[in-house]
């Protein structure tokens, strides 16, 4: 059986790098021990990866890649852009800017999107509770969709729909995406968690003053499950700490 590009033994968190945690044992142990769990099984159409957030004068925020490919590579100062490019993009993936109403052009949340497709049922697919699909600011690029699904109308079978306030936006307009259930419990395990998906997989979208999303039933609000890193919470005009956060699956390494 040939192997995904993403698998990985265990997920781990260099110190150095900024994210919270260390070496997950169970993590490492139930990898190990379940090899032929490890096998990607397909990602549906409209999946969020690489979610990235920035605004004028910082710096770039969230994990900013998907599966080794950056999401967003310059910062922004004042209101110009920096040599503003569409990046290189994971095979099957496409690049979205979503924005971010109130913040000059070229700020806001950027992401990759899977563009692929497969036939599996949009109940049984392997990725973890609280996956996001179809995220978008309705109004910036409305096209976006999950499983043929416009998030600002309904979700398929299995996800829920989920939406976030963008304050400075019209009525009508704001962050819509649909979070998956895992009606089946097809993805419990750490092997699933480990090496079923790319890292950068972005998990818990929420909104911090609705707190509307989890991953993997753990409420964003309160942090992510092991082998994700928080970040947030973004939204032009609101208070710091307000906003729309979310968990990324942090990069793995190979355990020798």
């Not at 590009?5 to 490492?28: E, H, K, M, R």
């Not at 416009?150 to 649909?178: H, K, M, Y």
């Amino acid at each position: 059986m040939t192997k995904s590009p993403w698998i990985a033994v265990a997920s781990l968190c260099a110190v150095a790098a900024g994210c919270d945690g260390g070496p997950d044992p169970q993590d490492i142990a139930q990898a190990a021990a379940e090899p032929e769990r490890t096998q990607r099984v397909g990602l549906p159409t409209g999946f969020t990866c690489g979610l990235a957030y920035r605004r004028p004068g910082s710096g770039i925020h969230g994990n900013n890649e998907c599966a080794g490919f950056t999401t967003l590579i310059h910062s922004t100062t004042d209101t110009r852009c920096i040599g503003e490019n569409a990046p290189l993009t994971p095979a099957g993936f496409a690049w979205v800017p979503d924005g971010d109403r109130g913040l000059p052009s070229c700020n806001g949340f950027y992401h990759f999107r899977f563009a692929g497709s497969n036939a599996i049922a949009s109940t049984r697919f392997r990725v973890p509770r609280g996956t996001a699909c179809g995220f978008k600011e309705a109004c910036n690029d409305s096209g976006e969709r999950c499983l043929g699904f416009d998030a600002n109308v309904s979700c398929p079978a299995g996800w829920t729909q989920r939406i976030a306030s963008d304050l400075n936006a019209p009525n009508g307009c704001g962050f819509v995406w649909c979070e998956y259930q895992d009606p089946h419990d097809l993805c419990t395990t750490a092997a699933c968690r480990v090496d079923n998906q790319p890292f950068g997989l972005t998990c818990g979208i929420t909104d911090s003053d609705r707190n509307n999303g989890q991953c993997l039933g753990q409420p964003t609000t309160s942090g992510c499950p092991a082998g994700f890193t928080r970040y947030g919470f973004f939204d032009d005009g609101r208070s710091a700490g307000h906003g729309v956060g979310w968990c990324a699956k942090r990069r793995p390494i190979i355990v020798p």
